[in-house]
Every structure is written in C-alpha cells, then in structure tokens.
C-alpha cells in the first residue's frame, strides 16, 4: 500500500456496509486511504467477513476479557497503534466510546448517524423521524467527542421520508447515501482540508 495512504482502523459491530463503501473507495481509488485494521465487538460480525475478503486483519476484541470498560478500549488503542491508524472510523459500532480512544485519537475518530444530526441521537434514529414525522432526514458524518452523537458535523446528506415509508424503506434510502458520504469525509480528512473552528467544521 501506498505508504502516503491515510491509515484508517474501523471499529464495526455489525454488517459492515459502510465498511465494504470505504473499503470500495480506496480500493477503487477514489480516496487516498486505505483500512489496514479492523476491530469488531461481535465474534460473528459480518464486517469481519468483508475484511477477511480483502486481505486486511480482522480482530474480535470483547469486553468480556476485561476487568472493565477502559481496559477493553486500551486493548483497542493497542490494537489501532500497532497497525499505526491514522484515522478511527466508527461504521455501526454498537458501543459508547469512553475517554480512553477519544485522548488517544483526539481529533481523529469519525462516526457516521443515519439521522440529520443533532435531530434522532441514538438508536433507531430512522425509526425515530418516522416517528416523528419529518418529511426529510438523512445521514450525518462528524467527528466523535464524549458527547454522544454531538461532536462536530463534517457531513451531511438529505433524503425524502413518504408517507408509505417504513424503518427498512427509510434506512435503505439513507444508506445510499451513507456510503456515499462516508468516503467523501474520509478523502477531506485525508487532505487536510477539515479545519475545526469551535463547533463548525470548516472545509478549506
Ligand atoms: C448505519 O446505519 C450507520 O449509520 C449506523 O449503523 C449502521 C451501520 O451499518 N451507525 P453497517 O454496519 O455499516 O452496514
């Protein structure tokens, strides 16, 4: 690989999907970035699967053989410093991060909403809006503090909700353009062109 590559860990408790998109951007070249490690929760996560497919290591790294939360999330820094991660993505981490990753990586560790953030935090935000009854939601990419789901905004995309929506119809039209924001956040980053200023991100 490219040693001018941006390094990403992505850290994934599930599916994968967004995973596979960041994995299909660079491997196709349209982000300067490459995945070298991936970390997931769940032994049997499919993300792990998609990872093994490619060529790049894969870790089950479980709480369960850990005293407690901050030594599980060491175990993962460890993990993310041996592999000299550059960049953290969240992709359907399942877990709240503690201040363990977010010191080591500060600055540094991405997440992705399916929800127009700060509207629908937590889980089953799509079923949320549905709820709610919002004629447009969408997907946030932003920068991971300790606020859950509050640290700054990187990127967003918008799509319709319709009547007949339901959670699986809502979710599969906001993954579409998940996929598509997650790489383009990843390339910004990767040229240095997210600048912080307070809250706001600014793209330079
Ligand atoms: C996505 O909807 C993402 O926004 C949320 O969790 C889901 C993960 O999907 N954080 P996948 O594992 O990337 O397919």
Redesign the pocket.
């Known amino acids: 690989m490219n040693q001018h590559r941006l390094r990403i860990g992505v850290l ?10 960041i994995i299909e951007a660079s491997v196709q070249g349209r982000i300067n970035a490459g995945v070298v490690v991936v970390i997931s929760d769940v032994a049997d996560a ?2 792990l699967e998609r990872a093994k497919k490619y060529g790049i290591p894969g870790f089950h790294i479980t709480p369960k053989d850990f005293r407690n939360k901050k030594e599980y999330e060491q175990a993962i820094v460890n993990k993310l410093r041996e592999y000299d991660v550059r960049l953290v993505a ?5 877990r709240l991060v503690t201040d363990v990753l977010i010191t080591a990586f500060d600055g540094n560790i991405m ?4 929800a127009l953030l700060p509207s629908f935090k937590g889980l089953h ?2 079923q949320q809006a549905l709820e709610y009854g919002v004629r447009y939601s969408g ?1 946030t990419v932003h920068f991971v503090t300790i606020d859950v789901d509050g640290g700054p905004v990187i990127l967003q995309a918008v799509v319709p909700v319709y009547d007949n929506d339901t959670e699986e119809t809502l ?1 599969a039209r ?2 579409e353009k ?1 996929h598509i924001i997650y790489p383009e956040a990843i390339q910004l980053f990767s040229e240095g062109r997210l600048k912080r200023a307070g809250k706001r991100v600014l793209i330079t």
Not at 12 to 21: D, E, P
Not at 90 to 94: E, F, I, K
Request: proline share 4%; charged share 5%; with cysteine.
């Open positions: 994934a408790s599930g599916r994968g999907s967004n995973l596979q998109a499919y993300a969240l992709a359907g981490y399942m997440n992705i909403h399916p935000a799509q997907c979710s906001i993954l998940e």
